[in-house]
Each structure stands twice: as C-alpha cells, then as structure tokens.
C-alpha cells in the first residue's frame, strides 16, 4: 500500500528532502509561513509513517534543545502516488 501524505506534510517532506534532509522546525516554520504547531504535527505525521525522524540537539546559547527534522532513507526514497 502506498503512503499518501496531505498537502502540508508533503510541503514539510519536500522543503527538507531540498534542503540538506536536516532542517530545524523553527527554519521550516519561517520558510513555509506557518507556525511552529503546525509544522510539528506534520512532522508527527511524518514520523508515524517512517519518512522522517525528530532528533533533539543541544545547542550553544540556546536554553532548551532545538528539534531538527531529518529525513529517513525511505522519505528520500518516497514519491507521490499516482492518482487513481
């Protein structure tokens, strides 16, 4: 069976699959003109579907951990279904 994504999820897939398969979810946030919420439940849609992972890195200056999305072999493998 085929994973179909929404617009938006694919959108979030899509900008991090051309920007390096590592993207901070505030960047993606500024570059998508969405908020932070949403772009996070995308991600949550992502990662149950196995296309991408959260991954929580500590950075300096910054107090709490910022969370990256990175893309999995099988969201860089991925590609829309045909329409049926």
Do not use: H, Q
Not at 5 to 14: D, G, Q
Not at 33 to 41: K, L, N, Q, T, V
Not at 57 to 73: A, L, N, S
Request: net charge negative; aromatic share 4%; no cysteine.
């Amino acid at each position: 069976m085929a994973v179909k994504l929404t617009e938006k999820s694919f959108e979030v897939l899509n900008y991090v699959r051309e920007n390096g398969g590592k993207v901070s979810i505030p960047e993606l946030a500024d570059a998508l003109g969405r908020g932070a919420r949403s772009i996070g439940a995308n991600v949550t849609d992502l990662t149950k579907k196995e296309l991408a992972v959260r991954e929580k890195v500590e950075v300096e200056g910054v107090d709490k951990p910022v969370t990256y999305v990175v893309v999995t072999d099988a969201g860089m493998a991925w590609t829309a279904p045909e329409a049926e």
